[in-house]
């Protein structure tokens, strides 16, 4: 059985130092290895930014996509090989920008991948502007006299859009974080964990300082039940979206691969796609 060093390779992250990313690695290397992965049955796909380079320092299958574009190639590889985990990375500048749209509709199928956004509320790799996290009023080199827009509500929208996995948690909680990654991936159908992972370098307002004197655990709300979704978005608006733990499960909604009629048991990555010249005809003459 693997542990999580197995998921390790020989690639040194080049994150500057303090940066939260660096466990988010490291939760996501210990939750592979506890839910009895092997680095050859995991697929991890990620964007652009700082965060994107996570692909590349993991031991697995991996693919460094572009520009907000992670969640359609790893929808895309979970789908055409159903044996692999699959987990899909990326910054909140690559999600909740201009992937927004494709968060929505991955969601909104519910395929069962596991997406993971390090939320460090500002583009880093592009040397500090501010993104859709970003807070109003929000100071910049590109905006000096701060932002005005007002920033998205990822876990509020999640669960507006219907999902039936939503997560958050601080980069410094490696066990609970591990621990949410690991439900994620069990989770059948779409897992959406946000993760605050603090910018030491851009973000000198949400620093960790800033978060664990912010935060508020789910687990110290007497009563909380993911189970209900009501209950959930009110959460989030009580407390302005701060919290971290198990935000809402459904565990009764079927996933996308189990509503397509006729999905094939052998992944289509391991299918015989030899076509023989009577098949071929007979496909041909559908159409004369």
Not at 49 to 56: A, D, E, L, P, T
């Amino acid at each position: 059985m693997a542990t999580f060093k197995d998921f390790r390779n020989n690639v040194k992250p080049n994150w500057c130092p303090g940066c939260g990313d660096f466990s988010v690695q490291a939760a996501m290397q210990r939750a592979a290895a506890n839910v009895g992965l092997e680095p050859e049955n995991l697929a991890v796909i990620s964007g652009i930014g700082c965060s994107g380079r996570i692909s590349g320092y993991i031991n697995s299958y991996g693919f460094h996509g572009i520009h907000g574009r992670s969640l359609p190639i790893a929808q895309g590889v979970k789908m055409a090989n159903r044996d692999l985990t699959v987990i899909a990375s990326g910054g909140d500048g690559d999600g909740f920008a201009i992937g927004m749209g494709h968060t929505i509709h991955a969601i909104r199928r519910n395929v069962d991948i596991t997406y993971i956004v390090m939320d460090n509320q500002i583009y880093g790799l592009t040397k500090g502007q501010t993104s859709p996290r970003s807070a109003t009023g929000f100071k910049t080199k590109s905006s000096p006299l701060g932002s005005i827009e007002q920033p998205i509500s990822p876990m509020e929208m999640a669960l507006t859009a219907g999902a039936t996995f939503v997560a958050q948690s601080f980069s410094t909680d490696l066990k609970d974080l591990t621990a949410l990654i690991e439900a994620g991936i069990k989770h059948k159908g779409f897992s959406l964990i946000n993760v605050y992972s603090p910018c030491v370098t851009y973000n000198k307002v949400n620093t960790y300082d800033w978060f664990k004197e912010n935060l508020t655990k789910l687990s110290d709300i007497e009563g909380y039940d993911p189970s209900n979704r009501e209950n959930a978005m009110q959460t989030l608006m009580k407390h302005n979206g701060l919290v971290t733990g198990l935000i809402y499960q459904n565990t009764e909604r079927k996933s996308y691969q189990e509503l397509i009629n006729n999905y094939s048991e052998t992944p289509l990555a391991k299918a015989d796609l030899n076509l023989d010249q009577g098949y071929f005809d007979k496909l041909v003459n559908e159409f004369m």
